[in-house]
């Protein structure tokens, strides 16, 4: 009998460091709250998300001080997220991680639950890809079954905008199965 492989879940994360993390927010509320929300949020959903049915990877930036640091949650594999567009940087783990499906994610997503990750590790059972799509347009969650081959579904996608998703999507090559979890929020 085969063992099934295993599945991975990748949780994008930024170093919470005053201004190098949710600009965007902090322009709005000031650096110093941002990044207090990016701290707590990042912390929470790594405590939620950490489960015994998948092994769980954060994919740090800054690379060498991110790999380095004590600051990130407990008990999640560390690995970098290396240079490029969001794209590249999701694509890296997918690439490198040992075998079975992915599911990235990012630590922004204040509503994420174990259950949104397990359902899309069930889409993956029937499905190439998978998406949750976001309310922007966007999308908070990708994963891929990685096999027979992995491609690359994000080149030339307008990152934080609304056609990130229908952009990937028209990437993927005819023939490929896609599934969709539940649409949620991310904090830009």
Request: glycine share 10%; aromatic share 10%; net charge positive.
């Amino acid at each position: 009998m085969r063992r099934p492989e295993a599945r991975h879940l990748v949780l994008m994360a930024k170093a919470p460091r005053i201004g190098r993390a949710k600009r965007r927010l902090a322009r709005r509320i000031g650096a110093v709250a941002a990044w207090a929300f990016y701290r707590r949020t990042l912390f929470a959903v790594a405590r939620r998300l950490r489960d015994p049915r998948w092994t769980c990877w954060l994919a740090v930036t800054p690379d060498v001080s991110g790999l380095t640091s004590r600051q990130w949650p407990a008990r999640w594999w560390i690995v970098a997220q290396g240079g490029g567009d969001l794209g590249a940087r999701m694509l890296r783990p997918m690439r490198l991680l040992p075998p079975g499906p992915v599911v990235v994610v990012g630590s922004d997503i204040p509503d994420i639950r174990p259950d949104h990750i397990a359902a899309a590790f069930m889409a993956l059972g029937e499905n190439d890809w998978v998406f949750g799509s976001a309310v922007d347009g966007g999308y908070w969650l990708v994963g891929a079954k990685r096999r027979p081959r992995l491609f690359d579904p994000f080149r030339n996608a307008r990152w934080s905008s609304e056609h990130a998703l229908a952009d990937t999507l028209a990437n993927l090559p005819d023939g490929t199965t896609v599934g969709f979890v539940e649409t949620l929020g991310d904090v830009d």
